[in-house]
C-alpha cells in the first residue's frame, strides 16, 4: 500500500499471499476522529477513531460478526 509512512502497523489480514492482503494501521499523528485505518487489497482506505474500532473490537468479541465470516 502506497502512502503509509509514519503509520504503526497492527495486523495483517491473511498474509500468506502476496496479493496485497488488508492492513490494520494506527496514525498516531493524525486527528483523533481517524486515526485507526483499515487497508484492503484494491488500495481503498477507511479510516475511523479509535472509538468506533473498539466499538467494532467489542462487537466481533461477543459473537455479532461471526455469522458474516463463511468458509
Do not use: N, W, Y
Amino acid at each position: 500500500m502506497s502512502g503509509i509512512t509514519g503509520l504503526e502497523p497492527l495486523a495483517t489480514f491473511c498474509g500468506e499471499c502476496d496479493c496485497g492482503c488488508p492492513h490494520l494501521f494506527v496514525d498516531p499523528s493524525a486527528p483523533a476522529e481517524c486515526r485507526v485505518l483499515l487497508s484492503d487489497d484494491f488500495g481503498q482506505r477507511v479510516e475511523m477513531s479509535a472509538v468506533q474500532f473498539a466499538s467494532l473490537v467489542q462487537e466481533a468479541k461477543a459473537g455479532k460478526l461471526d455469522g458474516t465470516a463463511t468458509t
